[in-house]
């Protein structure tokens, strides 16, 4: 059975930063893509993050290069996504997902076969 258990939302001011985590089981880390996407009420999904653990090759929304970086620690099977210069427009639900696609496909489709159960990243002050 395929889990992925996020953790590290909360509320944060403008400015600041976030760790996110997903601790994955059930799968074999290098044979998926591992992604971040983000929903706000009212808004589209997005896919903002991605990483091929087996190559270490890293992929971003243009909404959060440059402020948000991922990264997987394949011993502990879990994916982080540091945010930093957090803006308002980042609050949404956080999910973790999981896909043999390819990060690209991933990324612009914006669907996946294994999801978390999501986590609030809220900005405000």
């Known amino acids: 059975e395929v889990q992925l258990v996020e953790s590290g939302g909360g509320l944060v001011q403008p400015g600041g930063s976030l760790r996110l985590s997903c601790a994955v089981s059930?799968?074999?880390?290098?044979?998926?893509?591992i992604g971040w996407f983000r929903q706000a009420p009212g808004k589209e999904r997005e896919g903002i993050s991605c990483i091929h653990s087996s190559d270490g090759i890293t992929y971003y929304a243009n909404s959060v290069k440059g402020r948000f970086t991922i990264s997987s620690d394949d011993a502990k099977n879990t994916v982080y996504l540091q945010m930093n210069s957090l803006k308002p427009e980042d609050t949404a639900n956080y999910y973790c997902?999981?896909?043999?696609?390819?990060?690209?496909?991933?990324?612009?489709?914006?669907?996946?076969?294994?999801w978390g159960q999501g986590t609030q990243v809220t900005v405000s002050s």
């Open positions: 059930g799968v074999t880390f290098d044979d998926y893509a």
């Open positions: 997902v999981v896909d043999k696609q390819i990060c690209q496909i991933l990324l612009v489709t914006r669907l996946a076969s294994y």
